[in-house]
């Protein structure tokens, strides 16, 4: 599995949503083995470059090109599509 790193700017503080938040790099795809390792990268990246949940544009867990889960800004992570169970 493959997780999204990524950060933007914040409207609500007159941030520029196209671009990542001051500081950080490009948007990164990490090799990830479970959904808890997942989850605890996604906080440290949010801890490490001092992210607000407006910043917090990453958390997409891929299989192959297939998004097939979400972690959200509190480390939960989410089934993909409609029902949008907590795994």
Not at 49 to 70: D, P, R
Request: proline share 3%; net charge negative; hydrophobic share 30%.
């Amino acid at each position: 599995m493959k997780l999204s790193l990524a950060s933007s700017g914040n409207p609500d503080y007159g941030q520029d949503p196209t671009q990542p938040f001051h500081g950080c790099n490009e948007d990164t795809l990490i090799e990830v083995n479970t959904f808890k390792e997942a989850s605890i990268l996604c906080r440290q990246y949010i801890s490490e470059n001092n992210l607000g949940s407006g910043n917090w544009a990453g958390g997409e867990i891929f299989e192959g090109a297939k998004v097939i889960a979400q972690v959200s800004y509190n480390g939960r992570v989410w089934q993909a599509g409609a029902e949008r169970k907590e795994i």
